[in-house]
């Protein structure tokens, strides 16, 4: 089945965005690297993400195929509307901010920057330090509800990245999940098993096959 839209189109990256260790909470031992703050001139971006990033919890963040979490300045505009207040690159911690998403992003997706090249594997999923990040307990659930999840993305190929730089997009298949698709599926209540069989067939990141998988293993044949 052929998209439905031009198979290359072109964004803008308008912040390359790292964190280090800090605590969130005075008097916690736990640090996290979600406090993320543009930085100037060409980083790095080798397959682990970009050169001094930090990450508290390697068990559920970073990796190969979450090297990079990318969020557009499109869905901050809505943010801001929302929660009635600036909201700008880096804030729910992404390595990547640009300028707008092509229409249906899926799992698959390429974008080309320079020289490096990304593939698009996950929706970010919302957890307790984005909500104490936020200083918001009722965040996870907002972020849920609002279904503007970004993307998580593995690089194909190194190089560095810079704020300014155009991006092509390359279409993955048609029939692979789209972004916000795989978002849904995570919260909905019942799952059909044909889907997520279905979903296991597209270049998703590896923590979230895992899931897939054991979802299908508590559903009946």
Not at 148 to 156: D, F, K, M, N, S
Not at 187 to 205: E, H, K, Q, S, Y
Request: charged share 20%.
């Amino acid at each position: 089945m052929a998209s439905d839209v031009p198979t290359e189109l072109h964004i803008q990256l308008l912040a390359v965005n790292i964190g280090r260790l800090e605590t969130l909470v005075a008097g916690s031992t736990r640090r996290s690297g979600i406090r993320k703050h543009a930085v100037g001139g060409p980083v790095l971006c080798d397959t682990q993400g970009l050169l001094g990033d930090a990450i508290g919890n390697r068990t559920h963040h970073g990796g190969p195929d979450q090297a990079l979490y990318i969020y557009s300045a499109d869905d901050y505009a809505l943010w801001s509307t929302q929660l009635q207040r600036d909201c700008g690159a880096g804030l729910f911690g992404e390595n990547l901010t640009i300028d707008r998403w092509w229409p249906s992003p899926r799992v698959g997706d390429r974008l080309q920057c320079g020289d490096v090249v990304l593939e698009l594997t996950a929706p970010r999923i919302p957890c307790a330090t984005l909500a104490t990040r936020m200083q918001d307990t009722h965040f996870v659930q907002r972020f849920a509800e609002a279904r503007l999840p970004g993307a998580y993305a593995r690089v194909l190929r190194t190089g560095a990245l810079e704020a300014g730089q155009r991006a092509s997009v390359t279409r993955g298949d048609a029939a692979w999940p789209t972004v916000v698709s795989l978002f849904d599926l995570w919260f909905a209540p019942l799952r059909d098993r044909r889907v997520l069989l279905d979903t296991l067939r597209a270049p998703l990141a590896s923590r979230l096959r895992d899931t897939i998988n054991r979802w299908l293993a508590a559903t009946s044949p």
